[in-house]
């Protein structure tokens, strides 16, 4: 792979990680919603609608963080995690 | 990578159990949480020790990163604390098996009746408050100082800081005034909406942290300079992490409920501290080491000027060889502490020179009118 290609691929990595990150923002806010919504009234969510709202909801955030914010991280942002040996072992942890 | 992993597969197991057997069992989800959480708080305060050791040394970095510091100090302590309330509310907890719950319920917390819980709630809270109050403090001044460096007015913006900061106060009194009778009273029936608004205030202050780090972001990324690029690329990924953090606060995660709604939110605190780790320690350090570098250029170019030598390409050139010794020297002792790289190449560091002397042409022209007219 030439050098421009690199870049573009590097380029489309960050737009992705860009996007999929706040896909992932988005769900996490609507879970917190939801969660919330069991303040006012329990029943509500005690259902079918409940069930599988929080199915897929589950299937597309764990879906996002660990098929795409995961992996592209590194990539994107190989100079910060890869150059210091802390970095490095907390993103293995995280 | 482990933890998310972990928590995506224990995730998994209660979702089936949940699917097929019409109730889970509440260790899941505690198990999700106490990795999540536990595991921030060890990054955060990883993080915090780091970026504490590097002030140490480093005494003149900004006040504002010491803001971070703390909200970083008291965000690890604060996510601790709250991966302990809920094992504490295991333990308490009779029934293990969760199962649909036609009831709402309220829990009246005291000391009398919950003891370590009431004492871990209030320690949280007040922690939570402390992190919010410095991120809040340090995230104002940082954008103050943008503003001002660049002559701009967001009104937007400022109505937007302030009133997150007021709705999240306004929404707390209510339980701030409670603790010294021994009474948490956070979850009462009666202070639905002041809980409704705390929701709201931190997620909107999440959303406010986030766009004050885009905007310097893309504002940095947009100067052709390497390391300007970097510190935007880092600036971004501050964004994300406190967005995230924020909205992960409020998952109250100690609430059994049925469907677990919240676990989903409370299962990603360790990848939320991670980045908002890495990218405020990344940030802060290359900013101030483009500061100190930029500081130096000044500093030579200033004498130079005093001395009337600035003009010849000669002393010009010969700054730029003592920076370019200097700078090499501190980026070389800079990545041996800490493992980031900065740009100090001769064409970034020539490139700071050449703004450094355009910018002190600029000021030398402003401030020549002002000499004529006080001679006339």
Known sequence: MNSDMLKLANHNNKHVFDS?????????????VVSTVFDLSDEKLNTIF????????????????NGFVLPTLKTVYKKAIGQSALFAVLYKTC | MIAQLSVTVIFAVMVFEFVFFNSFHSIFKVVIIAVSYFEASFILCAMGYKLFSWFRVNPRGSKTMLFYLLSMVFASFSLGLSGLVVFNGLILNDSLLIQPNKNVVFPVITFE???VLFTLLSITLISYISAYLSIWIGTVSLFRTYLKTRNLHKKKIWILAFASLFSYLTAIVPTLIFIPSKQFVFDDQSLLYFRILFKISVISSGIFFGIIFIVMSNSMTSIKRKSSAMIGKYSRMSAYGITTLAIITVSQPYVLSYPPFGIISSSFGALASFIIAIGFYSMAISASQ??????????????ADLIGKLGTAHRVKEIEKKVMDISKEKTNALKDQTGIEYDDSDEAIKNHLDEIIKEMQQQRQQQQPLKKNKGT
Do not use: N
């Open chain 1, 20 to 32: 999929m990150f706040l896909i992932l923002i988005c769900f996490i806010g609507l879970d917190v």
């Open chain 1, 50 to 65: 409940g069930l599988v709202l929080f199915l897929s909801m589950a299937c597309i955030t764990f879906a996002v963080a």
């Open chain 2, 113 to 115: 009746s919950f003891g």
């Open chain 2, 290 to 303: 483009e500061a100190h570098i930029r500081h130096l250029i000044a500093k030579e170019l200033k004498e």
